[in-house]
């Protein structure tokens, strides 16, 4: 009766430690996991900007200020243009899309991104216009503001 009161505590004392051996690989795998996801958070939340002076410089349109301008591009290689503008008048302006032609250091146009601000905008008041594109904008140096169509 001694011996298998003993064989049954060597039984029990390695399934203890079978258990607590599976639970450790659980807990690794479940950390593992989400550190590739932390991973993935901060990638995404850190685009490149471009920042050529060309690019960011402040313009002014038919009395309409285009300011705090930001290109950047995602994990995924998109690029997104964001601007600002605002009604700095003392009368309401009606410009409802502008046209932004983004060029390389040749002067050449890559791209122009459509720039939609609707209706008119009263004096003072400030929109934000955003444009994206999967068009590789990481060597462009200037933009301007055009008549929209």
Do not use: W
């Not at 795998?29 to 402040?58: D, Q, R, Y």
């Not at 300011?67 to 003392?90: P, Q, R």
């Amino acid at each position: 009766m001694d011996k298998k009161v003993v064989v049954n505590k060597k039984v029990m004392a390695i399934a203890i430690i079978i258990v607590v051996i599976i639970i450790a690989l659980v807990a690794a795998v479940v950390l593992f996991m989400g550190n590739k996801e932390t991973t993935k958070t901060e990638k995404e939340s850190n685009p490149t900007a471009i920042t050529a002076a060309g690019i960011v410089k402040e313009e002014t349109y038919e009395g309409l200020t285009f300011h705090n301008i930001m290109l950047l591009k995602d994990e995924d290689g998109y690029f997104h243009l964001t601007i600002d503008v605002t009604n700095n008048t003392d009368k309401q302006i009606d410009v409802e899309k502008v046209n932004i032609p983004l060029k390389d250091e040749k002067g050449r146009t890559v791209i122009t991104l459509p720039g939609h601000i609707g209706k008119a905008m009263n004096p003072g008041e400030t929109r934000t216009i955003a444009s994206s594109t999967k068009t590789d904008l990481s060597k462009v140096t200037t933009k301007t503001i055009e008549k929209g169509e």
